[in-house]
């Protein structure tokens, strides 16, 4: 469930509270404005466990790269499936520091759907992917990215960089 709002009213959570008996929602995810989901959640009197607490930024405008960053931006093929699963099982890891609930189940089921969708994009460097970008949703209103991961032995040379970039600036 997304929950998102600047200014909220006592009546706007009475009404998010009346459009659902919250105290039957066991394992769901609830997504959006922090401090709104956790008045919602307070105010309905349930267990609940911050998974992620994550940072959302605004951005206005790209900035050109001002340098030459080699590698070849594609969309990611259903023949690297492993290392892509590899990766996205990495960035898993590092994002929620191996405390997370998916599965390697999970995760080749997203990477597969992904791939189908033309929504995970590699960057390619002397037939090496160094870096993976997901498009989680192209919504003008709210673009979201994730699973940008870039290999170890290929940080800080540009490649996320460049991936975030390309992808972003369509």
Request: proline letters at 2%; glycine letters at 6%; aromatic letters at 12%.
């Amino acid at each position: 469930y997304y929950i998102y709002g600047d200014k909220w009213s006592d009546d706007l959570i009475k009404t998010l509270l009346d459009k659902g008996d919250f105290k039957q929602f066991k394992r769901f995810a609830f997504l959006g404005q922090r401090d709104l989901v956790l008045e919602v959640l307070q105010k309905a009197d349930v267990k609940y466990q911050i998974v992620k607490d994550r940072l959302v930024y605004k951005c206005n405008k790209t900035s050109p790269c001002k340098r030459n960053i080699p590698g070849q931006v594609i969309n990611a093929a259903i023949q690297d499936f492993e290392e892509l699963v590899e990766m996205s099982h990495q960035f898993y890891i590092e994002e929620y520091h191996g405390e997370g609930q998916k599965t390697i189940e999970d995760i080749e089921a997203s990477v597969f759907n992904a791939i189908e969708k033309n929504t995970l994009y590699t960057i390619i460097y002397n037939d090496v992917i160094c870096s993976i970008l997901q498009v989680i949703s192209n919504d003008r209103n709210k673009p979201m990215i994730g699973n940008l991961y870039t290999k170890p032995e290929c940080r800080n040379k540009g490649f996320g960089y460049k991936l975030l970039f390309t992808v972003t600036s369509g």
